[in-house]
């Protein structure tokens, strides 16, 4: 890949990451869909073979999310149980699970 490529690619990517953590969820979209394109022009055999795997891959993903969201509700009751700040443990409980 030519380096103009790949820094559009990281630089689009990395762009989007930020802008989904600050909350700004179209633009974040708008600047990863960029580098993943570009991306996808370069190397369309592996993106067509992820694409092809993505519904497993989202399955995992999910998987993941709930199991963490189980560890998180159990440490929140133990520690509720052991008379930790119930403050602290409902904001975890309210940020981690869903």
């Known amino acids: 890949m030519?380096?103009?490529?790949?820094?559009?690619?990281?630089?689009?990517?990395?762009?989007?990451?930020?802008?989904?953590?600050?909350?700004?969820?179209?633009?974040?979209?708008?600047?990863?869909?960029?580098?993943?394109?570009?991306?996808a022009s370069e190397y369309p055999d592996k993106f067509e073979r992820v694409w092809e795997?993505?519904?497993?891959?989202?399955?995992?993903?999910v998987q993941i999310f709930q199991t963490l969201s189980q560890i998180v509700e159990r440490v929140a009751e133990q520690a509720a149980a052991h008379g930790v700040s119930q403050g602290t443990w409902s904001e975890v409980r309210q940020t981690y699970s869903h």
């Open 2 to 39: 030519k380096t103009w490529k790949r820094a559009v690619v990281f630089g689009s990517l990395g762009t989007g990451v930020a802008l989904l953590v600050a909350g700004k969820r179209p633009a974040g979209v708008a600047a990863a869909t960029v580098g993943l394109a570009v991306l």
């Open 53 to 61: 795997h993505l519904p497993d891959y989202v399955t995992r993903g």
